[in-house]
T-cell receptor, first 117, second 116 residues
Framework: DGGITQSPKYLFRKEGQNVTLSCEQN?????MYWYRQDPGQGLRLIYY???????QKGDIAEGYSVSREKKESFPLTVTSAQKNPTAFYLC????????????????FGPGTRLTVL | AQKITQTQPGMFVQEKEAVTLDCTYD???????LFWYKQPSSGEMIFLIY??????QNATEGRYSLNFQKARKSANLVISASQLGDSAMYFC?????????????FGTGTSLTVIP
């Protein structure tokens, strides 16, 4: 089945530790995204990547890092510099290309709930 | 300025009734796409409906329709014949520009509760 997988579903981390969240897609999508969602709030963009070996900061990139070495994979590292990392993290992907706006919705993974102890 | 504004934090609707969830957007780009997503309590985001800025007709997908008023910059979601399974958070989103790899902007969401 084609889709996006995120692991783990729940993650606990001690303060001061770095942690890496996995995101894999087999949809052959070029673009991938990481969002953070806090309780009762919308999605805020952390990083996005439109192509392998390239990525851009979103609105709240501080304290996070990413890599895009393979088309299928876009891992997110939450570093100790992130002041308040407890949140729900969603990864998404979509086909990309140029032209008139098309029906390219983002496909989302099931999310990872990170809790800092 | 907020790119996407959803002014209804919570809404209630009686089962089998219709409900409208409001969304206004802000952009100066003539090319953009508008999306609605549903997020049940499990957390996954489910795509519902899409409206392109050049589309002449309002989008419809089953019980979902999008009331697109371009001059008012609004893209309200209408859910007809509400069901208990419709209880969830609903997010409006926009993508600007011609490059379909551009980022999405999301609203803060509306929590919909369907009452039996």
């Amino acid at each position: 089945d084609g889709g996006i997988t995120q692991s783990p579903k729940y993650l606990f981390r001690k303060e001061g530790q770095n942690v890496t969240l996995s995101c894999e897609q087999n949809l052959n999508h070029d673009a991938m995204y990481w969002y953070r969602q806090d309780p009762g709030q919308g999605l805020r963009l952390i990083y996005y990547s439109q192509i392998v070996n390239d990525f851009q900061k979103g609105d709240i990139a501080e304290g996070y890092s990413v890599s895009r070495e393979k088309k299928e994979s876009f891992p997110l590292t939450v570093t100790s510099a992130q002041k308040n990392p407890t949140a729900f993290y969603l990864c998404a992907s979509r086909a990309s290309g140029r032209g008139r706006p098309s029906y390219n919705e983002q496909f989302f993974g099931p999310g990872t709930r990170l809790t800092v102890l | 300025a907020q790119k996407i504004t959803q002014t209804q934090p919570g809404m209630f609707v009686q089962e089998k009734e219709a409900v409208t969830l409001d969304c206004t957007y802000d952009t100066s780009d003539p090319s953009y796409g508008l999306f609605w997503y549903k997020q049940p309590s499990s957390g996954e985001m489910i795509f519902l409906i899409y409206q392109g800025s050049y589309d002449q007709q309002n989008a419809t997908e089953g019980r979902y329709s999008l009331n697109f008023q371009k001059a008012r910059k609004s893209a309200n979601l209408v859910i007809s014949a509400s069901q208990l399974g419709d209880s969830a958070m609903y997010f409006c989103a926009m993508r600007e520009g011609l490059n379909t790899g551009n980022q999405f902007y999301f609203g803060t969401g509306t929590s919909l509760t369907v009452i039996p």
